[in-house]
């Protein structure tokens, strides 16, 4: 068993274990675990991939050092700007054990809510992982359609994950973590048509699975290294389907698509234009708390994700970026 993590660089901060500015919409603490030998899978995007050349300190736009758990455990303390934990789980053989041992440990200092972010594990890694005290798991299929799945993590990639095993795992989780407690990760950007990631949203909302919404990030050192990051465009156009679809506003009923997959919805833009008007459709999904500041931003921007409510004039901008046409027009 190992007894060292990597935390995210704005986890390591707050917790003041590296010097820095601390944000404060840094509101999870991010603990990755920890493999000498990075993760056995090896999804396409990703610097952790068996295949990649990337830094092991990284995961998408974030650094992550290495800590021991117990100088992190140390630092950890309540009255931190926490609402959240989140275990980042790489792929190795004694993987739920190290995250038994982080949990155990993480709750003898704070009360927080904590998430695991794991690939399909057996029923009983599952119901080891809610009995050590995690509240939410989170599974991520990251690719939506089965096809772009074994291209992006599966037998194209000589990598271990099959679309079926991963869709049967998120039906076990809701069983041991009941549904609202379970959710997936959706990278937006990967070659799948707004249609395709729409449908996929649509069918996780109906089992009671949250989605939280990543734009796809090249990283260096990876197999996707020269590929770009989605049209802003469409990812407002997805985090406006998401958040209708997330609060029962709409179903397969009010949206369709153009011939090349481009979303448009079926309601009218007054109402369309007051129900986003909290700008809520453009922040972090996922994990109620969870928070990643600059995951897949730049600093400068664009802004896929805001970490923190929307003034009135970015509503403005990130609904006219959606360039949606509804039923009577552009919203
Ligand atoms: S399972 Fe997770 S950590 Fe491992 S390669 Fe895939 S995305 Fe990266
Ligand atoms: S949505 Fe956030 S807290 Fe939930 S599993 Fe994903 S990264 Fe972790």
Redesign the pocket.
């Given at each position: 068993m190992v007894d060292l993590v990597r935390l995210s660089l704005g986890t390591a901060i707050e917790v003041e274990l590296e010097e820095g500015t601390n944000d404060p919409n840094f509101s999870t603490a991010f603990i990755m675990t920890y493999s000498e030998n990075k993760?056995s899978?090896?999804?396409a995007f990703?610097p952790?991939?068996q295949d990649s050349n990337s830094s092991p300190h990284m995961?998408s736009r974030i650094g992550w050092p290495v800590y021991k758990l117990d100088d992190f455990i140390h630092h950890l303390r309540p009255g931190l700007n926490f609402r959240r934990a989140c275990i980042q789980c790489?792929?190795y053989p004694t993987v739920v054990d190290d995250v038994e041992k982080i949990l155990a440990a993480v709750k003898t200092k704070v009360k927080l809510p904590v998430s695991i972010c794991i690939?399909p594990v057996s029923l009983e890694e599952m119901k080891r992982l809610k009995k050590a005290g995690a509240q939410k798991i989170g599974i991520?299929v990251?690719a939506c359609t089965p096809e772009l799945f074994e291209k992006i993590?599966g037998a194209g990639r000589r990598g271990p994950y099959q679309w079926g095993r991963h869709l049967e795992a998120m039906q076990q989780a809701l069983e041991v973590f009941a549904p609202g407690n379970v959710t997936t990760h959706l990278i937006v950007g990967l070659g799948e048509t707004e249609e395709e990631a729409a449908d996929f949203i649509i069918k996780m909302y109906a089992m009671g699975i949250t989605v939280g919404l990543f734009a796809f990030t090249p990283i260096r050192g990876t197999a996707l290294e020269e590929m770009s990051q989605p049209a802003l465009e469409s990812y407002r156009r997805l985090q406006v389907l998401r958040y209708l679809v997330a609060n029962k506003l709409i179903d397969s009923e009010g949206v369709s698509a153009d011939e090349r997959g481009k979303l448009e919805l079926k309601s009218d833009a007054a109402w369309l234009r007051e129900t986003l008007s909290s700008g809520e459709a453009f922040r972090v999904t996922g994990c109620s708390g969870c928070n990643r500041p600059y995951y897949n931003e730049r600093p400068r921007g664009p802004m896929y994700n805001y970490p923190r409510p929307l003034s009135e004039d970015e509503v403005h901008k990130a609904l006219a970026e959606a360039g949606f046409v509804s039923r009577d027009g552009r919203v």
């Open positions: 993760c899978a090896n999804c990703c952790q991939a995961l790489l792929n690939h991520a990251d993590k």
